[in-house]
């Protein structure tokens, strides 16, 4: 990846953050004007390892273009956006009385799991101006 898309990387992450968030606040109004709180942990887990995660992410790869030129930040950031979607909604379904769906639940989060591995692997390596 050459310097000038290494540049462009925070705010590709940061513009995929605040998606998650929009998403996240409407659950969280749906929750709200239906009274249906069983969602709660879907709710917190899209603002929280959607919004903030990857924000946070995101302005640690704009502070360090080493870390943003890195092979891992690609990993950490396909292996984020795939996991996360697929363990929400089997979340979202599962609370929904579909029982059966907890291995994808736990398959997605393992998946968003080591792409936070890589990012910290990547932080211990890279992160030097
Ligand atoms: C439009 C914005 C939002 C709305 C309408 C909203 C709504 C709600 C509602 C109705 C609950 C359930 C409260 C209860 O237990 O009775 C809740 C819980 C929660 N929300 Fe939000 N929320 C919003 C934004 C956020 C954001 C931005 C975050 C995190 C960055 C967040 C994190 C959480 C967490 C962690 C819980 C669980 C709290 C607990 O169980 O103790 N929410 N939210």
Redesign the pocket.
Known sequence: MNGSTANNVGALWLKIAVVY?LI??LV??Y??ATEQ?QY?PV??HL??LG??TLALAGLVYQIFPRMAASPLQRWHFWLHNLGLPVSMVSLALMINHRPALLPVVIIGAIVVFIGMLLFAINLFRNAKA
Request: no cysteine.
């Open positions: 968030v996240g606040m969280g109004l929750m709200g709180m709660i709710h917190a603002n929280l919004w903030v």
